[in-house]
């Protein structure tokens, strides 16, 4: 295929027409999302919930007549187990704190997938300790405070200490992690 093919659209593969949307294949779509994700019911509520506005589009259905089927599809993979909110929430944090999120940022990053507020507070608050070490990692990880060069250390120890912040670290972690060791930390 030529450039000028390539930048006019000519050869290019056609879109292919989203299939109409049955219970079947909506239970099929969603085990197959859940085969490759983990994900609460929020979330595979709006990746079906897409996928049938897409297919309502094309055909010229009502997206309206599909909500019964769709509440099934997700009571019936809530009851079987397949999606339990409580373990993706758990699993999710550990690997957020293990990466070096605040709990503030564990918080906003469960909540935006569709985890309840408060289901998502019990998992993002920590122990003082585990937020100090997520301080820590965060810092390695951005070459801050004691990762940092030790003649640039205390030129750049505000900037370091804002970076923390912008993170979602509060001040007294912030400066803790700032200003102790790198021998110290995990």
Same mark, same amino acid.
């Given at each position: 295929m030529s450039d000028s093919e390539r930048q006019s659209g000519q050869g290019a593969r056609p879109a292919r027409a989203p299939r109409r949307i049955t219970a079947d294949y909506l239970q099929r779509a969603a085990l197959h999302y859940l085969e490759r994700y983990s994900a609460p019911a929020a979330q595979l509520r709006r990746v079906l919930a897409r996928?049938?506005? *897409? +297919?309502? !589009?094309?055909?010229? @259905?009502?997206? &309206?007549?599909?909500?019964?089927?769709?509440?099934?599809? #997700?009571?019936?993979?809530?009851? +079987?187990?397949? #999606? @339990? @909110? !409580?373990?993706?929430?758990?699993? !999710? &944090?550990?690997?957020?704190?293990?990466?070096?999120?605040?709990?503030?940022?564990? *918080?906003?990053?469960?909540?935006?997938?569709?985890?309840?507020?408060d289901l998502a507070g019990e998992f993002a608050n920590t122990h003082a300790d585990d937020e100090v070490a997520a301080a820590r990692v965060a810092a390695k990880r951005r070459r801050l405070g004691p990762w940092r060069r030790p003649d640039e250390r205390a030129a750049c120890r505000q900037k370091d200490l804002a970076a923390l912040a912008r993170l979602g670290f509060g001040y007294a972690t912030a400066r803790t992690v700032i200003d102790g060791d790198a021998e110290s930390a995990p």
């Open positions: 996928k049938i506005t *897409m +297919s309502c !589009r094309y055909h010229g @259905d009502d997206p &309206a007549l599909h909500a019964v089927a769709l509440d099934e599809v #997700i009571a019936r993979c809530l009851s +079987s187990g397949l #999606i @339990d @909110d !409580r373990r993706f929430a758990e699993a !999710r &944090a550990a690997t957020l704190r293990r990466k070096g999120q605040s709990s503030r940022s564990v *918080m906003v990053k469960l909540t935006a997938k569709g985890i309840a507020r």
